[in-house]
């Protein structure tokens, strides 16, 4: 196409409708809120995985697959695990053209699908840890609307369910998924996230507590819940009567966790770095980290140019770089650029008569539009290095413009001020779930109301005295607020 019609920093919404569309992830599809998700963003998909599965593997966590349907009396089964959630399941009701004697629900998530079997497998301390993961989908039918990556009615995602015989041993890989988490983010999307404790009101209501990376994003000033790694405790142990005999043989229940990240993450890597030309791929997740485009001219020697495009892709493959020539002879150099600008390739190379004459290439960056002419000679270290330094240059200003968001604040007036200017509130709270539902009402609004998003794992000093910006009682804890996706 001829370039974006909407400006990020002018109509975030429309512009980002339109990127994931033009950059190639995402086709709509007839059935609201459900998308296509196209290769360009498969690949980010399976690259993340490859990661986190490896990882998962190292920890002896086994995949499995449990059926996508549940039935429904083991859904009901932890009345506040699916209570306030049950408007989003989807259920099946006919087979043809008959009805169903009993309706199947479509899993939201699969808490209730596996636990029974969870109960079946576990009888002694020998069968301790069972830790089990599963790539599969989830539908939830929500009403918000839906948002390409960020909101859909059918996700992709991993969901790890363990058991444990200590609470030791689940409070610590609750951590260790986390800081994978944090990783996928940080090393691979090159977003910055903020490891915290979800509120007692925000946490998942079947569990113990909840810990989450949030990103931000600042075009909107809305936080979002990137990855959740939760610990259930031993609440549905209880419901489902996951106990083992323990090497004293008495009997106990088991410790829980369950954990997740979601296509949602490639959503957050378009929002934080896409720009007006379209998308911007961090090199670690790109399908193609190089282009090469030749750049004939009339009279120069158009098959050596060609040859030499060919050359300089093999080299950076066997370099193990992701790189492809784009020799098609139908479109122009000018069209290629702007094309593999708005899919977002983090590194351009193109080469004509004088690059060849000179024996160098010229490589454009992505992220800043800086150009570089390479000696063919040094092609694998500088291009290496180029990559290295993208993926840097893109969390080191992603990170600079979080943190330009975060605005403490120790008052109601300042609270409500920055809530207006789109911030990340950083502010001290005196932990009280009826003040947090009171900040709720208080700032209802088309724009929705603020909450908590999380309180940061590092806590700034909280000097004696402090009072919670909301209630003006003593405050316990920093805690960071915003309205949210
Ligand atoms: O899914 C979870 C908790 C947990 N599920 C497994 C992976 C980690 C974590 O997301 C919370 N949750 C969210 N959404 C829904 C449900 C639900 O339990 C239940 C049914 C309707 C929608
Ligand atoms: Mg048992």
Not at 148 to 170: C, M, N, V, Y
Not at 266 to 280: A, F, Q, S
Not at 291 to 314: R, Y
Not at 321 to 335: K, V
Request: with cysteine; aromatic share 12%.
């Amino acid at each position: 196409g001829l370039g974006l019609t909407h400006k990020k920093d002018e109509n975030f919404g429309e512009w980002y409708s339109e990127v994931v569309v033009s950059g190639e992830m995402i086709e709509y599809y007839d059935i609201s809120g459900c998308y296509i998700l196209r290769p360009w963003a498969m690949s980010i998909w399976e690259i993340m995985q490859a990661f986190f599965d490896s990882e998962i593997k190292k920890m002896n966590i086994k995949n499995c697959y449990f059926p996508l349907f549940v039935s429904p009396a083991v859904l009901q089964k932890e009345k506040d695990h699916i209570e306030g959630f049950a408007p989003e399941v989807a259920w099946v009701t006919k087979s043809g053209e008959s009805d169903l004697e009993v309706p199947i629900a479509i899993r939201p998530t699969s808490e209730t699908v596996m636990y029974p079997y969870y109960s079946k497998w576990i009888r002694g301390h020998r069968d301790l840890p069972l830790r089990l993961n599963q790539w599969c989908n989830v539908v939830r039918w929500e009403f918000s609307h839906p948002t390409p990556f960020i909101r859909s009615r059918e996700f992709l995602w991993q969901e790890g369910h363990t058991a444990f015989a200590t609470k030791e041993e689940a409070d610590q890989e609750v951590l260790d998924i986390l800081e994978l988490y944090r990783r996928i983010y940080e090393e691979f999307l090159a977003v910055p996230v903020t490891k915290g404790k979800k509120s007692e009101l925000e946490k998942f209501a079947g569990g113990l507590y909840t810990t989450t990376v949030e990103a931000f994003i600042p075009n909107t000033g809305r936080g979002i819940q990137g990855a959740t790694s939760h610990c259930l405790g031993q609440n549905f142990a209880k419901m489902f009567e996951i106990n083992f005999e323990n090497d004293k043989g008495e009997k106990g229940m088991v410790w829980q966790n369950s954990w997740a990240y979601t296509t949602r993450t490639i959503g957050v890597m378009i929002m934080t770095h896409g720009d007006d030309k379209g998308l911007v791929l961090p090199p670690k997740v790109a399908a193609i980290q190089v282009v090469v485009i030749p750049v004939p001219f009339k009279d120069a020697d158009t098959q050596g140019i060609l040859d030499a495009c060919s050359a300089t892709v093999k080299t950076l493959n066997e370099s193990g770089f992701r790189a492809e020539a784009d020799l098609r002879d139908n479109y122009s150099p000018g069209w290629k650029y702007s094309n593999w600008e708005m899919k977002g390739v983090p590194l351009r190379i193109e080469i004509g008569p004088r690059d060849l004459a000179n024996k160098q290439v010229r490589a454009v960056r992505r992220d800043n539009g800086a150009k570089i002419d390479i000696p063919m000679d040094n092609l694998v270290e500088e291009v290496k290095n180029l990559l290295d330094n993208i993926q840097q240059n893109l969390f080191d200003v992603a990170k600079q413009k979080k943190d330009a968001c975060i605005q403490v604040v120790k008052t109601w007036e300042e609270f409500v001020e920055a809530l207006g200017q789109k911030k990340l509130i950083l502010a001290p709270w005196c932990d009280e779930e009826e003040v947090e539902k009171d900040v709720k009402t208080r700032t209802k609004g088309e724009m929705g109301a603020a909450k908590t998003l999380c309180s940061p794992f590092v806590q700034p000093e909280l000097p004696e005295g402090t009072l919670c910006f909301a209630s003006g009682k003593p405050a316990k804890k920093w805690t960071y607020w915003g309205r949210s996706y």
